[in-house]
């Protein structure tokens, strides 16, 4: 596993993941939208009052995380794996029908670290491309279409170049017969770990690549007692949500603060409303360039 990043490495190694940063009572904070600010890693815990953006960079207000529930005026649930759950991991803890579907995995694939990315880089994008189809009929806004890895693949080359280079990241992989059906990576910013991404090819689901990644990662992570925490997204789809508990993790609120609620709920509606315009829009285009290649075909 890779060494834990400061908050100050955090910023420094992955400036594509922010907007607009500042540095201010001794915390990075990001402008998230115009007005709005957020610590640069979110998932920092600070007490309400005693630090803040700076004001030009926050007039309409800003969050944060709190380390207690009574500290805060409201919550955000994620996928989040910690106390005994994480520090007693292991197959014990697993039910029966999963350990089956872990042993499985490890049997039918070689699970191991991504130690070097470009003798694997093209199935990984054969990954993402199956992984990107089978969730089309749920994609949102922020998720790449199956057109990204095809058309764009330079870029994605490019993207995933930079984050392999990245500190704080571990890359973990499944091997089938020599090909990569699946991946995970992780980040680590202090005692947190982050789910970063899981790929699977859906042509080998019955071999369990993924059961197998997530207990081979979790079982090395709850050796590790410098994380105190493993957080995988926020709840998303039931299917997907089921996963995660098999794996012991569990929907769970973090109490947050947020300075000015009634600037931040109009914030959200209208952020849900641009990515629901970026969804309508893509699933168009998508659908004339099905209508045109249908056209082409005699």
């Known amino acids: 596993m890779s060494r834990a990043l400061s908050e100050q490495e955090y910023v420094e190694q992955n400036p594509q993941l922010?907007?607009?940063l500042h540095f201010h009572d001794g915390v990075w904070w990001d402008q998230i939208y115009p007005?709005?600010?957020?610590p640069a890693f979110k998932f920092r815990a600070l007490v309400p009052r005693t630090v803040r953006p700076a004001r030009s960079q926050s007039w309409l207000g800003y969050s944060h995380f709190v380390s207690e529930t009574g500290q805060g005026n409201g919550a955000v649930r994620y996928m989040v794996l910690a106390g005994d759950d994480l520090r007693d991991f292991g197959m014990a803890?697993?039910?029966s029908k999963k350990r089956n579907q872990v042993r499985k995995g490890l049997k039918c694939c070689e699970v191991r670290d991504m130690s070097d990315l470009e003798s694997c880089l093209e199935d990984a994008r054969e990954v993402c491309v199956s992984h990107a189809q089978r969730g089309a009929s749920s994609r949102k806004a922020f998720h790449a279409s199956p057109d990204f890895f095809r058309n764009q693949a330079d870029t994605w080359r490019m993207q995933m170049r930079r984050d392999f280079a990245g500190g704080g990241r571990s890359w973990y992989g499944a091997w089938h017969e020599g090909r990569l059906i699946a991946y995970l990576v992780t980040l680590q910013v202090e005692d947190t770990v982050l789910v970063e991404k899981m790929k699977l090819h859906t042509d080998f689901l019955a071999f369990c690549p993924s059961d197998a990644l997530y207990f081979h990662v979790l079982s090395r992570i709850a050796q590790d007692s410098a994380c105190l925490r493993v957080i995988n997204s926020s709840p998303q789809r039931p299917g997907l949500d089921r996963f995660k508990e098999q794996f012991l993790f569990k929907a769970t609120p973090l109490p947050q603060y947020v300075s000015n609620p009634a600037a931040y709920r109009l914030a959200m509606r209208a952020m849900a409303l641009r990515n629901k315009w970026?969804?309508?829009?893509r699933a168009r285009r998508e659908q004339q360039a099905a209508?045109?290649?249908a056209e082409d075909v005699p």
């Open 278 to 281: 970026v969804e309508f829009r």
């Open 18 to 20: 922010f907007r607009r």
């Open 35 to 38: 007005g709005f600010a957020r």
């Open 93 to 95: 803890r697993l039910d």
């Open 291 to 293: 209508a045109g290649i």
